[in-house]
């Protein structure tokens, strides 16, 4: 999960809200969030990076339509979308955190199936919490997806947590 994260940052999905910390991130021209903050007003790229499409909306060129003006490749490499939290980071960290107090857990005396019982729990809570700084639609009232989905992760992790205490 770790790595996988590592992998979502230089792709530039999965990313966060916007944020004014030192440690925000400007993902490039076309990335995700440049495309998806120009969808939503939230940044003018220069005329010369737009064209009107078919339909007779503007549109972002692409970084290959880009590329083949020599006189715009600067102008889109001078491209960067607003700050946003490195959601991704972390995501990367605190996977590797799971992965270190599970392995802690392990070492000790403990039921059997526990270490799956408290990997639901944390992460379901971890991420509950991550997803607050993280830019994703709500399906049900304030909660993103990922919010129920650890609702649900925090709740089958208790239940399984008294269900293994049996096999002691």
Known sequence: LCFGRLGCFLNGCCYGAACDAPWAVHFPYYSNV????????????????TMIGDDGRERLLTPAAAKANPALRPVMDAQRANPVHPAQLYSAFNAFLLAATLTAFFTIPHA???????????????RFLLEMLRAEPTVLGPLSFSMVVSIGLVIGGIVLWFAFAAYK
């Open 34 to 49: 440049y495309i998806d903050q120009y969808a939503a007003g939230e940044i003018k790229p220069p005329p010369q990076l």
């Open 112 to 126: 059997a199936g526990r270490v799956f019982a408290l990997m639901f729990i944390l992460k379901g809570v971890t």
